[in-house]
């Protein structure tokens, strides 16, 4: 069993930068693929970034490409996404999620954090 909770989110002007922090409970952090996704209002939850295992391996939507970054600490059993330039499209709910084998797939995530909340203003 893991527990994930996330912080950092908040309300920011456009162009500015955040990290969220996600914390995870229990001593096998580091045999998760973590992941973050997104869910703006009326719409899907959608794939943000993801960090393999070791943390060689990150992978990015599109639409964040360039302008996040998602890093893990295992000593802490942490991982962050750094998220700069934010835009008004990037407001939305943010949630961390640990994953067994998935990367881009929602459904495929174990467990789930219960989001923290990004406000971009324009």
């Known amino acids: 069993q893991v527990q994930l909770v996330e912080s950092g989110g908040g309300l920011v002007q456009a162009g500015v930068s955040l990290r969220l922090s996600c914390a995870a409970s229990g001593r096998t952090f580091s045999s998760y693929t973590m992941g973050w996704f997104r869910q703006a209002p009326g719409k899907e939850r959608e794939f943000v970034a993801a960090?393999?295992?070791?943390?060689?391996?990150?992978y990015y939507a599109d639409s964040v490409k360039g302008r996040f970054t998602i890093s893990r600490d295992d000593d802490k059993n942490t991982v962050y996404l750094r998220m700069n330039s934010l835009k008004p499209e990037d407001t939305a709910v943010y949630y961390c999620?640990?994953?067994?084998?998935?990367?881009?797939?929602?459904?495929?995530?174990?467990?789930w954090g219960q989001g923290t909340q990004v406000t971009v203003s324009s």
């Open positions: 999620a640990a994953s067994s084998f998935a990367v881009y797939t929602a459904g495929a995530y174990n467990y």
């Open positions: 960090i393999s295992k070791t943390g060689a391996n990150t």
